[in-house]
């Protein structure tokens, strides 16, 4: 049994940079590299999407230079690989919200979603400036407005058409979610999505995680028996 939907929260790139007595950019360039290879690994493993947590809400509180680096490396980095996520038919998308995200860096995420919406390949989903109370509360609201304007009944709101309000509407839900690092906690990620996602921690910083590493995981999720209440999905090789 392989998932489907793999999401990462990628996290150590400061704590990686730190133990070297390097920049905290380093760290971050480090994990640019490592994401790469991941989506590689993905690919070659099968995966059809991979949520990939790029950039939080919170994330707007470290300091200025640092996100501003953070920012010129992304947008520069995601304009270098356009031709080869094209070529490798991969598909682009984002989640979150788009304001405050800066223009440069906006642009490139639409440009490679529009360059990259016929690919049939792996579904690289970054989710940048995304807070999932913030998704939730935002699907709230559009449903609330259904309601009031006469376009839906109170019977209508069922767990299927609400997902369909969130900014992940066009994906399954996660069957794995690794975080690396050695935090244990979910960290405002896909809340509504995970419900009976797998979870897989490890301590490895996200610089250091490889694509072994990544294939660990996927290792470790195909001996596992997912439980959906009373439905259980026995494990396979």
């Given at each position: 049994?392989?998932?489907?939907?793999?999401?990462?929260i990628m996290?150590?790139?400061?704590?990686?940079?730190?133990?070297?007595?390097?920049?905290?950019?380093?760290?971050?360039?480090?994990?640019?590299?490592?994401?790469?290879?991941?989506?590689?690994?993905?690919?070659?493993?099968?995966?059809?999407?991979?949520?990939?947590?790029?950039?939080?809400?919170?994330?707007?509180?470290?300091?200025e230079t640092?996100?501003?680096?953070?920012?010129?490396?992304?947008?520069?980095?995601?304009?270098?690989?356009?031709?080869?996520?094209?070529?490798?038919?991969?598909?682009?998308?984002?989640?979150?919200?788009?304001?405050?995200?800066?223009?440069?860096?906006?642009?490139?995420?639409?440009?490679?979603k529009e360059?990259?919406?016929?690919?049939?390949?792996?579904?690289?989903?970054?989710?940048?400036?995304?807070?999932?109370?913030?998704?939730?509360?935002?699907?709230?609201?559009?449903?609330?407005?259904?309601?009031?304007?006469?376009?839906?009944?109170?019977?209508?709101?069922?767990?299927?058409?609400?997902?369909?309000?969130?900014?992940?509407?066009?994906?399954?839900?996660?069957?794995?979610?690794?975080?690396?690092?050695?935090?244990?906690?979910?960290?405002?990620?896909?809340?509504?999505?995970?419900?009976?996602?797998?979870?897989?921690?490890?301590?490895?910083?996200?610089?250091?995680?490889?694509?072994?590493?990544?294939?660990?995981?996927?290792?470790?999720?195909?001996?596992?028996?997912?439980?959906?209440?009373?439905?259980?999905?026995?494990?396979?090789?």
């Amino acid at each position: 049994m392989r998932p489907k939907h793999v999401a990462i929260i990628m996290d150590g790139n400061g704590r990686w940079a730190k133990k070297r007595g390097l920049e905290r950019f380093r760290g971050h360039f480090e994990g640019m590299k490592r994401a790469g290879e991941i989506i590689t690994a993905a690919d070659e493993e099968g995966i059809e999407a991979l949520t990939l947590y790029t950039f939080s809400q919170q994330n707007w509180k470290r300091p200025e230079t640092e996100i501003k680096m953070l920012m010129q490396m992304i947008s520069m980095g995601l304009r270098q690989k356009a031709g080869d996520l094209r070529g490798r038919n991969y598909r682009f998308d984002f989640i979150g919200q788009t304001q405050g995200i800066p223009q440069n860096v906006l642009q490139t995420f639409l440009q490679l979603k529009e360059m990259t919406a016929a690919s049939t390949g792996l579904r690289i989903n970054l989710a940048f400036n995304y807070g999932s109370r913030d998704e939730i509360l935002e699907a709230v609201r559009l449903t609330a407005r259904k309601v009031c304007d006469g376009e839906l009944g109170l019977d209508d709101i069922t767990e299927e058409f609400f997902s369909k309000m969130l900014y992940t509407r066009q994906l399954p839900d996660p069957d794995l979610l690794i975080r690396t690092s050695g935090e244990q906690r979910i960290s405002n990620f896909l809340l509504w999505q995970i419900s009976y996602t797998e979870l897989y921690f490890t301590k490895v910083l996200w610089p250091d995680f490889t694509a072994d590493e990544f294939r660990k995981a996927i290792r470790e999720y195909a001996q596992r028996e997912r439980r959906y209440g009373d439905v259980q999905t026995p494990k396979t090789l």
